[in-house]
């Protein structure tokens, strides 16, 4: 070791130890399970690694956990919170699996790879500076487990439902011989169909208006069979930059709606659409009542290249809707069908996590790998 | 019986006298006497006749020596014009030095701004050009201040959330697909290669 590197890492330690960053007071990591957990942690193996940046301290965690399902029913979906003492209860994350299938007495592994940026001075408690617990684990009969404090259940069970719904569609190509219709709905060998990429930055607290800030409105996006349909809307939108997106939706069910996801579609200035996301309201809605949904933040559009994005145009669909009852709506294969004429745009509402899955084991394994994973998933549920 | 005539004056004293050097006792007294001396009279009319002569003589001889100035106002001028000329030229010559070392210092100066921009559009990201851009459109009022609240933003190693002065990402693949997902949070999702499994993070600002 040079002399400047044993000086740099004697400074190191020093700025570590003065600031209590010591892994003996507490450690880098902790995990947490209740003992009635139906996932327990049986191994982890990983590194953390520890190196200075500037004024702040930066620590690198590389963990996998060797989780058992050690409840009754099989597991097809589960969330873990991530916490870190810094940030919290400003910030958190959370590692989400789905479509696992995981039979009682079975092993899965998560990896938790992060990285948390912390100034040299900041305090550090005793407790790990990095928390992971189980937030929600779901099962194949869709009851859940788990304190759900990041509404986790909801998200699985979108994934699920989503999951499902892929799965039967597939199933019906494969069963039908409509092998081309499969190739192409997998994307298979070309490269060009994989999901679009974007930057996105979502700001929250006070923030001044941008500059040269204009109304755009809103075009919804139609389900046929959606309960509950956007009418109009609008959001002030300064090149890439979005703020205050609202959109005034009508339940036309005789439910009671407890939360709607608002799905966004983005159109940048050569035309592309991409499917940004959407944001769940949790406004109960009432039978045939019309209510606008706003959001408070602000968005920041950008290409994976780093180079803003100019928005030119603003979609809106319903991605889910969740009634007061517990039950869910998501669209089908249909109403995505049936809601756009744009291939590309259709084949960015259909794309789910399990289509993704689905579609690599495919691209590995032909036909024939894909009808054991449809079969081994149906068995397990 | 007349007064006996007191003793001549040197000729030094009486050609002193004849000049009006003497002090003011000396001449009263040699005054006195060359009025009544006939002969010390003479003596001073002598030399007052030659000094006289020596006078004109001496003009004559410095007319000679200077015919060739006709105007000494002329000459003033043409000496003080040189002069100007002089230290005009001095100055120019100054100045073209001058000029000379500025124009190598600037030429210096542009040729280390060219190498530090060349190896800076070479070193540094494009990203980080962007930022810092940005940051200089901030200090002259062309964007927005940065911001202090809760971030949640992704970035090609991962999705993060910044609070506090600290900062969480979580880790992804290139590959990953980035949206957003509410209450104010963004997700990446991606397969992982080893399992062959769906993999979703999410961050979330409150």
């Given amino acids: 070791m040079s002399t400047v590197s044993k000086f740099g890492f004697l400074c190191g330690l020093l700025l570590c130890a003065s600031s209590g960053w010591a892994e003996d007071k507490g450690g880098w990591l902790d995990w947490q399970f209740p003992k009635d957990s139906p996932v327990l942690m049986r191994d982890h193996k990983g590194f953390t690694n520890v190196t200075m940046r500037g004024p702040s301290i930066v620590v690198d965690l590389h963990e996998t956990l060797i989780l058992i399902n050690v409840g009754k029913k099989p597991i097809c979906g589960l969330t873990l919170r991530v916490e870190a003492q810094d940030i919290t209860p400003w910030g958190k994350g959370s590692v989400i699996k789905p479509s696992l299938f995981v039979l009682p007495g079975e092993e899965f592994p998560v990896k938790v790879d992060m990285e948390l940026l912390r100034p040299i001075t900041a305090a550090k408690s005793e407790s790990a500076m990095v928390q992971v617990s189980l937030d929600c684990a779901l099962f194949s009969d869709l009851k859940a487990y788990g304190p759900d404090k990041l509404n986790s259940r909801g998200t699985l069970m979108v994934y699920e439902m989503q999951a499902r719904r892929d799965r039967q569609f597939l199933e019906r190509l494969l069963e039908t011989g409509r092998l081309p219709e499969l190739r192409a709905e997998l994307n298979f060998g070309n490269e060009d169909s994989i999901p679009r990429q974007l930057g996105l930055e979502f700001l929250r607290g006070p923030h001044a208006p941008a500059l040269r800030e204009q109304a755009l409105t809103v075009n919804p996006v139609n389900f046929p069979k959606a309960p509950v349909q956007p009418l109009s809307g609008a959001a002030q939108v300064a090149g890439n930059e979005v703020r205050a997106p609202h959109v005034d939706v009508r339940n036309l069910t005789k439910l009671r709606v407890s939360s709607v996801a608002m799905g966004w579609i983005v159109r940048d200035d050569q035309g592309t659409d991409f499917v940004a996301g959407a944001l769940t309201s949790r406004l109960p809605i009432g039978p045939v009542q019309t209510l606008s949904i706003s959001e408070s933040g602000t968005l920041r559009f950008s290409l994976p290249s780093g180079k803003p994005m100019v928005i030119e145009r603003l979609m809106t669909f319903v991605n889910d809707v969740e009634f007061a009852d517990g039950s869910l709506w998501i669209p089908s294969r249909d109403d995505i069908d049936a809601a756009t004429q744009d291939i590309a745009l259709r084949r960015e509402l259909a794309t789910s996590p399990e289509e993704q899955r689905l579609a690599s084991i495919y691209r590995r394994e032909g036909t024939e790998g894909l009808k054991k994973e449809l079969k081994r998933v149906s068995s397990s549920n | ?206």
Avoid at chain 2, 11 to 29: K, M, N, V, W
Avoid at chain 2, 48 to 55: D, M, P
Avoid at chain 2, 62 to 86: C, H, K, P, Y
Avoid at chain 2, 96 to 113: C, P, Y
């Fill in chain 2, 1 to 206: 019986m007349n007064a006996p005539v007191p003793e001549h004056p040197a000729i030094e004293i009486l050609s002193l006298y004849s000049a009006g050097d003497l002090p003011f006792l000396l001449r009263q007294r040699t005054k006195r006497h060359v009025g009544k001396c006939a002969a010390c009279e003479q003596q001073v009319l002598s030399l007052q006749s030659a000094k006289a002569e020596l006078r004109r003589e001496a003009h004559g001889e410095v007319l000679t020596g200077f015919e060739a100035i006709a105007d000494w106002q002329s000459l003033e001028s043409d000496m003080v014009g040189n002069i100007r000329v002089g230290v005009a030229a001095s100055r120019c010559i100054e100045n073209v030095g001058r000029r000379r070392r500025i124009g190598s210092r600037l030429a210096w100066a542009a040729g280390m701004v060219a190498l530090f921009a060349a190896g800076w559009m070479s070193r540094i990201p494009p990203e980080d050009n962007a930022r810092i851009l940005m940051a200089l459109r901030r200090a002259v009022g062309l964007e927005q201040p940065v911001f202090n609240g809760t971030v949640v933003r992704s970035t090609p190693e991962g999705i993060t959330v910044r609070a506090q002065g600290s900062t969480l990402t979580l880790l992804h693949p290139q590959s990953a697909v980035v949206s957003m997902s509410s209450p104010a949070s963004v997700t990446a999702r991606y397969i992982d290669d080893d399992s062959g499994q769906v993999t979703i993070t999410n961050v979330y600002g409150q």
